[in-house]
């Protein structure tokens, strides 16, 4: 599991926004809901890659957002 004090400083490697972690397919992710991209999580080790991101569609996004309670206000 991500610290919370690690996540706070994690940002997307694309638009250097925060990401939110959420369950995808069972797993921990890191997602951007601004450019709908996932970034796995291997051995608890971020894999913020850009080339790496899966893309999400409009199906999944309100589920992982509804996963990530209230905004950050960063």
Known sequence: MIDQELLAILVCPVDRGPLLLVQRSGANA??????????R???DI???????AE??????????IAQAGPADPR
């Open 30 to 39: 890191l997602y951007n809901p601004r450019l709908r991209r996932a970034y």
């Open 41 to 43: 999580i291997d051995d």
């Open 46 to 52: 971020p894999v913020l890659l850009a080339d790496e």
């Open 55 to 64: 893309a999400v569609g409009d199906d999944e996004h309100p589920l992982l």
